[in-house]
């Protein structure tokens, strides 16, 4: 991998603030701002203008690929869907989360046209992780549950804390794999940090998409040297004993059931609430009822939970995105991950593994959680975009 980096005060400002802005990803929640909401709102803002101030000073922007257009195109369709919305509120502020969410993968794609930058930028989320792990650590240590023996870093549900920090497994792995040598350490060390942490949030999703994340190893294992195989073997056994050993007794006991809740079980009721969501997409097939309204939509046949501000989400993406969005935004957003996904298809073979697995990974977490609106699955969208972008640039066949 190789790159030079941007020439200028501008671009290295702008593509530092990048760098914090993603750093930041990983622990949004645990720092707020008053009048603004966390920190990384605040260095998204920066970053935004900094690259807005690039992009004038160079008189152009990159031109946009299909899926860059095909995300527009569902933000601007979520948007509109406050027209028949059955909360205009939850879809105003869903409206603008998206549109700032497009703002996002539009500066990577506009700031990361080399390796240099591509690294960077996953090296941050990868240290970005291990901070967010410290914030965890320390609750832990403290006996400051985020529910009944289960913990995340400050601000955070346990479920998503899990998936953030699941996505950087895959992350660090690949950044050891072409890393000089104290790098190739420290990555190693960073996610011995994150399943650590991933095992206090007791989350069985995050676990699961954690033994998913490992299949980036298995897929590179012709191609890693001795020390990548035996160091991706042993932070595998470290997660396997951490099961049956390292972790807090109610964390393992949580976890052991996973299968029984796979199989016979409710998944923590999440079936009831799906079920309630596809009743109110029958009445709404195409159009759908307003993004971000899915909590509003279900209450009828629900309630609300017991704990005071809480509402039922869809606990599934896709469901969500249907629901909320009908067919039609639907359509939109699954063209726009296969579209990703075809990206995927074309890279080289190890950028090819992490990117493939990097999907499979948000795939199975965000089957129980409602993602569309976070930060971690439109910077993958990003980051795909960037990596596609570089060999067929170069080539004279950008899209």
Not at 1 to 20: D, H, K, Q
Not at 357 to 371: E, F, N, P, Q
């Amino acid at each position: 991998m190789s790159g030079e980096p941007p020439s200028g005060f501008a671009p290295r400002a702008s593509g530092l603030l990048l760098c914090l802005f993603v750093f930041s990803i990983p622990w949004e929640k645990s720092i707020q701002v008053p009048g603004i909401a966390t920190l990384s709102h605040l260095l998204g803002i920066l970053t935004f203008f900094a690259a807005a101030v690039v992009a004038a000073r160079r008189g152009s922007v990159r031109p946009p690929n299909l899926a860059l257009g095909l995300a527009a195109v569902f933000v601007l369709w979520s948007a509109l869907t406050y027209f028949w919305s059955m909360d205009r509120q939850a879809t105003l502020s869903r409206g603008v989360t998206l549109a700032e969410l497009l703002a996002m993968v539009w500066i990577i794609w506009d700031t990361c046209r080399d390796s240099l930058h591509q690294t960077r930028l996953m090296q941050s989320y990868v240290w970005g992780a291990v901070a967010a792990c410290a914030s965890a650590g320390f609750r832990f240590f403290r006996g400051e549950q985020t529910y009944y023996l289960r913990y995340a870093a400050a601000g955070f549900d346990p479920n998503d804390f899990g998936l953030v920090l699941a996505l950087s497994i895959p992350l660090a792995l690949y950044l050891a794999l072409g890393a000089g040598s104290l790098m190739k350490w420290c990555n190693r060390a960073a996610a011995v940090v994150v399943l650590s942490a991933l095992l206090l949030t007791g989350s069985r999703a995050a676990l699961v998409a954690a033994f998913v994340a490992f299949g980036f190893a298995l897929w590179t294992w012709g191609q890693a040297d001795p020390g990548q195989r035996a160091s991706s073997a042993l932070l595998f056994f470290f997660l396997l004993l951490g099961l049956y050993g390292f972790a807090p007794v109610a964390t393992r006991q949580r976890l052991a059931t996973v299968t029984t809740e796979l199989t016979r079980g409710t998944l923590h009721n999440r079936t009831t609430i799906w079920k309630a969501g596809l009743r109110v997409l029958r009445r709404h097939p195409v159009l759908g009822i307003g993004a971000g309204a899915y909590p509003e939509a279900v209450r009828p046949q629900l309630g609300t939970p017991g704990v005071p501000g809480a509402q039922y989400v869809a606990h599934n993406t896709f469901l969500s995105v249907l629901v909320e969005c009908g067919a039609i935004g639907f359509a939109v957003y699954a063209l726009m991950l296969g579209t990703v996904a075809m990206y995927v298809w074309t890279l080289p073979s190890a950028e090819r593994a992490l990117w493939a697995i990097m999907l499979a990974v948000w795939t199975v977490g965000v089957s129980t959680l409602t993602w569309e609106h976070y930060k971690p699955g439109w910077l993958i969208v990003g980051l795909i975009m960037t990596e596609w972008g570089r060999p067929w640039r170069t080539a004279g066949l950008q899209g």
